[in-house]
Every structure is written in C-alpha cells, then in structure tokens.
C-alpha cells in the first residue's frame, strides 16, 4: 500500500511539472491593448487569435501567437473605423500580426520571454515576463508604436495617441 501510494504522488508531481502544450485563443483568453488618445485613455482587444505555447520543462519550449489584426476592436465607432486604415493596421496588406518565441526562461514567479512581434510586416524584439497564476498566464509590456509604423503618417510626434502601447494577454490554462 505505501509503495501504490508513493507511485501515484511520484506521477502526480511529474504530471504537474511536466506541463502540456497549450493551445489558447479568443475562445479561451484575451488579447487586449490599451494607451491614450487626446489625452484620455482607450482600450481595446483583439477579438480573434490563437496561440501555442511549450513551456518548461519541455524539451524546446517556445510561444507562437497570431492575431488578426481587422479584429482589433475599442467600442467606439471612430476609433474601430480607423484601426484598419492604412496608416495604422493596414489591414488590407497586413492581415496578421505574430509573436514567436525565441528564448523562454522558467522563473520563480513564471516565464522569462524573449522574441519577435511582428505588425505590419515590421518584427521587433519585445520581452516579458509570462506570470504563471495556477489557472491562468498573465503578461504586460509596453510597445512604441512608431517602430511598426502605427499611425506613422498622422501622428508621427504622439501628439494625439501615446507613442506607447500597453499589450496585456490573459491565457487560461
């Protein structure tokens, strides 16, 4: 009996260590961004993507996410209007947006990401921590959207939109 009851602890903390891919996406998490505009903030989302993500432990843990980018929504009509234009998503030329992984680190409070977002044909290295809360993976970071040409035309100086983006992802487990 002790010997049956070692074996399940021992395979109950392997099945806990050894995490399964993950797959996520609109359905299941959230995708969302956030900054100011004349002075007031906004939020918005993406309202369709997905993602897969291989954490450690696993052999060559990565993280690649695709987001479309005319899913982009705030809630006001303006603004949803203008998100897909040319000077800002591009939709029309730029279907999709990308992250993919190029290093992820296992920390004490989570995962330490590295890799490439990509808007608009235009990849920059970004970096954050991917916090592990039991059900859930949280992450925050902050983009210039003038390195992807995010409103370059009409706002080139972030005197009307904050040239700093919030990104925020919740992935449900």
Do not use: C
């Amino acid at each position: 009996m002790l010997l049956s009851f070692s074996i399940t602890l021992y395979l109950s903390l392997i099945t806990t260590v050894v995490q399964a891919e993950i797959k996520s996406s609109h359905q299941s998490g959230t995708v969302s961004f956030s900054g100011q505009h004349a002075g007031m903030n906004f939020e918005g989302k993406f309202e369709r993507w997905q993602a897969t993500l291989n954490l450690p432990p696993q052999s060559k843990p990565n993280i690649i996410a695709t987001f479309y980018m005319s899913s982009a929504k705030t809630g006001d009509s303006i603004y949803d209007s203008t998100l897909p234009e040319f000077d800002w998503f591009d939709v029309e030329n730029h279907p999709l947006g990308s992250f993919v992984s190029n290093k992820v680190e296992i920390t004490e409070e989570g995962y330490h990401v590295l890799g490439d977002l990509t808007i608009k044909n235009i990849a920059q290295p970004v970096s954050f921590m991917l916090i592990d809360n039991q059900d859930r993976l949280n992450a925050n970071f902050g983009i210039n959207r003038l390195d992807y040409k995010i409103g370059w035309e009409s706002d080139p100086d972030a005197d009307w939109v904050s040239k700093t983006i919030s990104i925020s992802m919740v992935i449900n487990k």
